[in-house]
């Protein structure tokens, strides 16, 4: 099958094929999403089909109106209107119990619970009304590859296997959205996937919001199926570097006479560019800039052609954005560090 890849005047074609049951990724604000129609459960399965997913991993709805889930849901937790007003449409996604017999099981993993997401990107939003049903959309990678970033990406990963590609430049945030659990309305609100939507700010809008354990200690069972599994096993060793060790970390390396690869912000990646065979610069020191470089940086340096022996990777402090970009950067660096 040929890859189409849709540009602006053909946005309502690409929601007509997704409508028919066409797998159609899609960008957001936070990565791109393999699109297909969540009604029709032979479509569904097809998304599990071509990334390669496993079965008990529910997918994340997409609408285009808060209005659309109230026809999957009726019992809504006290925070949603707040949440709704203040994050969507945004990089946040909410689980909710939903009305029985409503969704195809293969959406949900035959969980009682769905998730929902009203994703911040006008051509998106345009062919979700258009389509006229609502979306699922994983991130647009095959399984166990960083998510997709820009059109490119996912071209790289599915192209010959998925109808269309929705093009637009790379996403602005890079990381993916943040998972919060409103299923019990007598709950108080819980992360289970850290995203640019942080902590403080729900806690802002909504008082009191708790965190999964498993984020806390690693060895605590996920409540999102999703966050079990490694998300992404670079062949490429990869090490996270702390910012006093970064002299020690390259001088050891060259000992070694390891192929060095680097990806950082610039000021470490002008400090270190002399001795290391491939860099991938942020696009400056910021925490932002880092999420939004991260899985790029994996994606490029990994390749073998480079053949490298190891990537060093800049680390942040676990606050704000960067709570989310160490979840993600921990997982591809199999939680190890440069030690001296
Ligand atoms: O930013 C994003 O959320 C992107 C863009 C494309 O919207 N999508 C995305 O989807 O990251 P995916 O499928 O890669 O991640 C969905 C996460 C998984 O960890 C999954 O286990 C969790 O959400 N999830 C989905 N439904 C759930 C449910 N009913 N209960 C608990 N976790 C759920
Ligand atoms: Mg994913």
Redesign the pocket.
Known sequence: METKRYNESELKEAAQALRDGSLVA?P?E?????GANALLPDSVAKVFTVKG?PQD????I?VASFDQVKEYVDNFHPATAKIVENFWPG?L?M?FEIKKNKLPSVV??G?S???F?M?DNKKTLEVIRQAGVPLV????NTSGKP?PTTADHVYHDLHGKITGIIEDGATRIG???T?I?L?NPDAVPMI??P?AVTKEQLEEVVGEVSVDKHLVKESETP?????KYKHYSPDTKVLMVHDNDWADAIQWAKNKGFRTGVIAGPKIAEETRFDTAAVYMFHDDSIEAAAKGLFAGLRGLDEPLLGLDLIFVQVFPNEGLGVAYMNRLKKAAAQNYFEK
């Open positions: 899609f957001t936070t990565v791109y999403g393999l997913r991993n529910p997918l994340i997409h990089p996604t689980i949900t993993g969980l619970t769905a998730a997401r994703p959309g994983p991130s647009a998510s990381v993916e959205s998972v659990d299923s289970l996937r995203g409540k999102a199926p999703g966050m």
